[in-house]
């Protein structure tokens, strides 16, 4: 038997030790890999297993609002207490918080223009309504004025900007050029891109805020807005309708509601203040749009939607659907 050399043993040895050290890192390697693709298959089937609850969810609130309406046709009111604080909803495998507000007791966005798709030009009601809402929001108005002018020449049609408004030419001259959007918009956010909105002032405005598919004037419904909500009442004539005294009328509203607007109105009216026929006709005592607001958790898998619900069809439908936690909205 031929026998090697002592100094060809240690290289010998030297290379299985080698094998040995490459085999190791290979396997460590393929152990990782499997265990992330074990963590992302898990991730995937919680992340899948979060949208059907959060679908779960949305047709149990669903059937909530609708029995909400249904229960007085003439006057949506919330006598049970449906609207504006969450619901836990436990599940076998995780957790379902729900919110239900009625999302037409914001200011629509989409309201500073009237006209037809195409032909959107500035509604000066909408305007008013919006620098009113930022003047109770302590935004001062020399910056208030040019960034309600922004907004709404971000939705119109035309290319002229507002007098202290912008246009497309102005966000194409940028470093990273953009345009506005010239038509409805269908989020919110769309104003962080407006010139002069900062985080601070979208973080104050964001609650207020709302983007129905119309561009109607925005819906309150004087049935279901909250005391913390008098602002909006109070933007509808500024002048006249001080915040307090807002609160004041929204607090000796009847627990079933009103059957009309003017009802609402009758302690402000007796101290001789009227309303023009603009606001008038925006004070509703149904509701016909409705947010879901759904936080959803699986595991370690967390999934946020929002889902506007439109009541005006039967049986209700969700419309439009958004997600990401509220921070991101």
Not at 59 to 87: N, Y
Request: glycine share 8%; proline share 8%.
């Amino acid at each position: 038997m031929r026998r090697f050399p002592d100094r060809e043993r240690g290289a010998a040895l030297l290379s299985v030790l080698l094998l040995v050290a490459v085999m190791a890192v290979i396997a460590a390697i393929m152990l990782e890999r499997l265990n992330l693709a074990t963590r992302l298959a898990a991730n995937s089937q919680a992340m899948t297993q979060a949208r059907f609850y959060a679908l779960s969810a949305e047709s149990i609130a669903t059937a909530r609002i609708k029995a909400l309406v249904t229960a007085s046709p003439d006057r949506t009111a919330d006598p049970q207490g449906l609207l504006g604080r969450d619901f836990n909803m436990p599940l076998a495998a995780g957790l379902v918080v729900a919110r239900v507000d009625d999302a037409g007791n914001c200011f629509n966005l989409n309201s500073l223009v009237e006209g037809q798709d195409g032909s959107f030009s500035l509604r000066p009601t909408g305007l008013a309504q919006l620098r009113a809402l930022m003047e109770g929001l302590a935004i001062p108005a020399g910056e208030a004025i040019p960034l309600s002018d922004g907004m709404a020449d971000w939705i119109d049609s035309d290319d002229i900007p507002a007098p202290n408004g912008s246009e497309d030419a102005y966000y194409q001259a940028l470093p990273v050029p953009y345009r506005t959007a010239g038509r409805l918009i269908v989020d919110p956010g769309e104003m962080r891109a407006v010139k002069g909105m900062t985080p601070a002032y979208y973080a104050r405005l964001r609650p207020w805020l709302c983007a129905l598919p119309g561009n109607e004037l925005s819906p309150i419904n004087v049935n279901t807005i909250r005391p913390d909500q008098a602002r909006l009442i109070a933007m509808l004539s500024p002048a006249t309708i001080p915040i307090q005294r807002a609160q004041s009328i929204i607090a000796q509203r009847p627990p079933g509601g009103v059957a009309a607007a003017a009802d609402f109105l009758r302690p402000f009216a007796a101290g001789g203040h009227t309303l023009g026929p603009e606001p008038m006709g925006q004070l509703k005592v149904t509701s016909r749009w409705f947010l879901i607001d759904l936080q959803v958790a699986v595991d370690s898998i967390r999934l946020d939607e929002q889902a506007l619900v439109d009541v005006g069809v039967d049986p209700p439908r969700v419309v439009g659907r958004s997600w990401g936690d509220r921070e991101s909205r």
